[in-house]
């Protein structure tokens, strides 16, 4: 990694973090960056009391306004996962306790950015979420994982083998991000400072060209 590198904390639930990536990738190939994606899980998998008191049909309604708007202005395509990667119990609206899909996600991300594969991974693979299509049959995922440059069967053997360590990696990220000032996703930190938000993106991109980032050659 080089001077100008920035820590990722990101989910594969949050849409705004979808368009994060969605944004950065292009950037860091125009400008002389890097980024390191920290996967962390999400507010309603990590906390799932918190996220009980917090939640609020109009933070939902609006978000459900927010996201596609966000996403026709950069011109990104979004629909709604299917599956949510966070099981919902649909007569509470609540997490369900079993959770077939974010865990799998969220050890092979952490897995994919151990292998400085992590920022295409994540990027392909929300591309793939976001899209609406049913990410979780046939091959859409493994799919997405070459197009990242990776082998999905090899990522799979590499976080079974060893899935403690993975979550360990996860817990440990959500530590910093919170070390760093932050609780959400995407938050961006660089020399200690946190960006928090998709829309914080050129604030950090004005930090690090004052602080000398160069465009690539």
């Not at 927010?66 to 119990?89: C, F, K, S, T, Y």
């Not at 992590?118 to 994982?145: C, K, R």
Request: aromatic share 10%; charged share 25%.
């Amino acid at each position: 990694m080089g001077q100008f590198t920035i820590d990722l904390y990101w989910s594969f639930r949050s849409p705004y973090s979808y368009l994060a990536v969605k944004q950065l990738a292009p950037l860091r190939r125009r400008w002389d960056f890097d980024i390191l994606p920290r996967i962390v899980l999400p507010i309603a998998v990590r906390d799932p009391d918190l996220y009980a008191k917090n939640i609020n049909p109009v933070w939902m309604a609006y978000t459900l306004t927010d996201v596609p708007r966000l996403a026709e202005m950069l011109g990104l395509p979004m629909a709604m996962p299917d599956p949510d990667p966070v099981a919902i119990d649909p007569a509470t609206a609540q997490p369900m306790a079993d959770q077939p899909h974010i865990h799998r996600l969220s050890r092979l991300g952490a897995a994919a950015a151990e292998m400085g594969r992590g920022l295409s991974f994540i990027d392909e693979v929300s591309s793939l979420i976001w899209s609406g299509q049913p990410w979780t049959q046939d091959d859409a995922l493994a799919d997405a994982a070459a197009r990242a440059g990776l082998d999905l069967e090899e990522l799979e053997k590499r976080v079974t083998a060893h899935p403690d360590r993975f979550d360990i990696l996860i817990s440990d990220n959500q530590k910093a991000l919170d070390a760093a000032g932050h609780w959400g996703v995407p938050t961006m930190v660089y020399d200690g400072e946190p960006f928090f938000g998709q829309d914080r993106i050129p604030v950090l991109m004005w930090r690090l060209r004052q602080k000398g980032m160069k465009e690539r050659e």
